[in-house]
């Protein structure tokens, strides 16, 4: 009973609980929230959330991810690669930070969960070897890059569309750098250098923190916002006034296509309970409501397209005299004998009625004080198919970051991870995550890193960081009003610049070419579909597996001499005469339905090579495995050189093989006699049969040499 209590509960491992764990654990807790605070109020960003959403995924799934985990020092919380795959995810489906996108980020984070769960309690914790690390290398340094660059535009004050290609977003970015907010930039090259220096020599203080609070105060003090609000009328820009006029025209019949969708969904519900699902009346309004959605989807990619055009404008202001109101004239456009106040204002989001501009810097702005709602995910089946393969490729990625941070903690800390019970952990927390209002989350190597550098004894001090961030909900969210965005940027490269390791793909390279070209693919594919990351990966991993798959259809076949010191060798290699009465051949691999032809052809070449030998030897050590297309071939070419005069002899077959052998009755068809144990014993029996028949050469390069006496 103590121990299915223990399997339900995992964290009752982490009891009897002492005062000295307690102060361990305690002060590890408090550190590691010091870098998670600032750091999930980043990556919420980073995944296309408001910055506030960070702080709910850094709550409960923190606590609960320890609690049902095996790690006992693993950080669990918002990370930068599962949260670009989240915005990679989401944002050909909705607008970025929209309440849609947001709702979608939450069952994103319960589809994740699911997986993981699911795989976790069917254990199949293998099948993220599906995952090469050649792959994740790849896809890894990609990411980081895509990562940085994205945050580039936050760092100079500049919008960047998000459109299907990332490569022409950034460029998109780097056309703009003229425009350049130099207060952001300063704020985000500070914050750079304070977390730098820190790190470089004080590595024990909280960098990331000290850089937030010192940035925010100087925001707080010099006025960084600047907001303005104005009508599509103060817009003097006629191209600028044309789109956001289209803008809102377009914004209307979005809403009566969605309205008319509802209108007609709850139609098709009752028609389908009172005259059946196929029923004439029922497919026709079906079919009404699809071709509605595909309106719909135009009308929105419009707006889209329309919102790009507008953000990437820029205003000059002229305040207006004698009660009018001020007009904001394109950048470089003021009519003369006008001053303008000297800023550039941007729309960030078109709209219809009043317009908000802004003309400092963008800071993080209101955050809801006090707890996330617990209420249960809003489901959009229509949705999950488009969402499966993302939430299959974030499960994965997620889980074998978490577990390669777990294992490398545990060769220090010699604790036992058991990667099941890390998926269900993870499961949970994600499960867990999206009742709380939770994008997805997964293990994270620096706060984990920060965690057991602090003194972290079991998860209690987990326990203990999401305690310290529901006090930040509860009593500190209007302290991160003014946290530049371009602060939030900088800690997020900061973080990746330690995930880029091109050595690792080098070094992947020099171990096996297959590897290292599965790595290069994956870091193109990944920076070329971005932002669509998951096809990236999902073209890495089937390269890799094709690549192994190729490997093993054409294993290595050595013809065997004897060498000087007694040992059989590879005749070609290292020089070694032939026998004229056997051809001993080995062969190093699998023998299964993928390379059985090859495996034919290899030993009837080395039969044709030595036309003179009435013996084959065919040396087994190297054979781990025989499938039934394997099976039929080796009878067949038994079978075959039995009738050109050739005895077929086998030494050194696995236990896995003969058992095969026996079940399908090629044991018995081989015979006994004709299976040994080691190639030498194979070949002194070839030799003494030989010898009976009168054909044996005492000369034979492959007959065993007598053992020594001394």
């Known amino acids: 009973m103590k121990l299915s209590f223990k399997t339900l509960f995992p964290f009752l491992r982490w009891f009897p609980y002492s005062g000295s764990i307690f102060r361990a654990d305690f002060l590890a807790g408090l550190t590691v929230a010091l870098v998670l605070v600032p750091q999930s109020m980043a990556y919420a960003q980073l995944a296309g959330m408001p910055a506030y959403y960070g702080l709910y995924a850094a709550f409960l799934p923190v606590m609960v991810a320890a609690m049902w985990g095996s790690s006992n020092q693993l950080g669990t919380g918002p990370v930068a690669v599962v949260s670009l795959l989240t915005a990679s995810s989401l944002s050909p489906l909705a607008a970025v930070g929209s309440e849609e996108f947001v709702a979608l980020a939450i069952m994103l984070s319960l589809m994740v969960g699911l997986v993981q769960l699911a795989l976790g309690i069917f254990k ?36 960047m569309g998000r459109s299907e290609h990332f490569v022409e977003d950034i460029w998109g970015v780097v056309q703009q750098v003229g425009d350049t907010h130099l207060p952001s930039l300063m704020m985000g090259v500070a914050a750079i250098a304070i977390m730098w220096v820190i790190r470089r020599w004080a590595p024990k203080l909280p960098g990331v923190l000290i850089a937030v609070a010192l940035t925010t105060v100087v925001s707080w003090s010099i006025g960084f916002e600047r907001n303005a609000s104005a009508r599509i009328e103060q817009i003097a820009e006629p191209e600028a006034r044309a789109l956001l006029t289209e803008f809102a025209r377009t914004d209307g019949r979005i809403k009566e296509i969605t309205d008319q969708i509802g209108i007609k969904a709850a139609e098709l519900k009752a028609l389908q309970k009172g005259h059946g699902e196929l029923s004439h009346e029922a497919v026709t309004i079906n079919y009404e409501i699809e071709l509605a959605k595909l309106q719909l989807k135009d009308r929105e990619d419009e707006n889209r397209r329309r919102n790009r055009a507008i953000r990437s404008m820029a205003f000059e202001r002229v305040a207006g005299s004698n009660a009018q109101p001020d007009i904001f004239h394109a950048s470089g456009k003021v009519p003369a004998g006008m001053q303008a106040d000297g800023r550039l204002w941007r729309i960030p989001k078109a709209g219809g009625g009043d317009l908000k501009l802004t003309g400092g810097g963008e800071v993080v702005g209101n955050v809801p004080e006090g707890l996330p709602s617990i209420s249960a995910p809003r489901i959009s089946w229509s949705m999950i198919g488009s969402l499966l393969s993302a939430a299959i490729v974030i499960s994965l990625v997620g889980f074998m970051e978490a577990i390669s941070i777990a294992k490398a903690i545990a060769a220090k800390t010699k604790q036992k991870i058991d990667p099941n019970q890390e998926l269900i952990g993870q499961g949970l927390a994600n499960i867990v995550g999206s009742f709380s209002h939770a994008f997805p989350v997964s293990g994270s190597f620096s706060r984990s890193a920060v965690n057991i550098n602090a003194g972290a004894m079991t998860g209690m001090s987990s326990v203990f960081t999401g305690l310290f961030v529901l006090l930040t909900l509860l009593f500190l969210t209007p302290l991160l009003y003014h946290l530049p965005q371009a602060v939030l940027a900088a800690v997020i490269i900061m973080a990746v610049i330690g995930l880029i390791n091109f050595e690792a793909v080098k070094h992947a390279w020099h171990a096996n070419k297959h590897d290292g070209i599965a790595a290069g693919v994956t870091f193109f594919a990944t920076v070329g579909f971005a932002p669509h990351l998951d096809s990236g990966i999902m073209i890495g991993a089937g390269l890799a597996i094709g690549l192994y798959l190729y490997r093993t259809m054409t294993p290595r076949v050595a013809i065997l001499g004897r060498h000087a010191d007694g040992s059989l060798r590879d005749a070609a290699i290292n020089h070694l005469p032939g026998s004229d009465l056997v051809t001993a051949v080995r062969f190093d691999g699998r023998l299964y339905f993928a390379n059985v032809s090859f495996f034919e052809e290899a030993i009837l070449d080395a039969v044709a090579a030595n036309p003179k030998a009435s013996y084959l030897l065919v040396v087994g050590n190297g054979i781990n495995e025989i499938d039934a297309s394997g099976e039929e071939v080796m009878h067949h070419l038994v079978e075959r050189l039995r009738g050109n005069g050739v005895t077929v002899v086998f030494s050194g077959l696995k236990k896995q093989v003969i058992d095969v052998m026996r079940a399908t009755g090629l044991f018995d068809y081989i015979s006994q006699k004709h299976i040994f144990a080691t190639a030498d014993m194979a070949l002194a029996t070839i030799h003494g049969w030989a010898a009976e028949r009168g054909q044996d050469d005492f000369a034979s390069p492959l007959r065993p040499m007598p053992a020594t006496r001394f």
Not at 125 to 152: C, E, K, R
């Open 124 to 159: 199949l914790g293998v099948i993220v070897n599906f995952l090469s690390h050649p792959v994740i290398v790849g896809f890894t340094n990609a990411a980081a890059m895509i990562i940085g660059l994205s945050q580039v535009n936050k760092l100079i004050g500049v919008p």
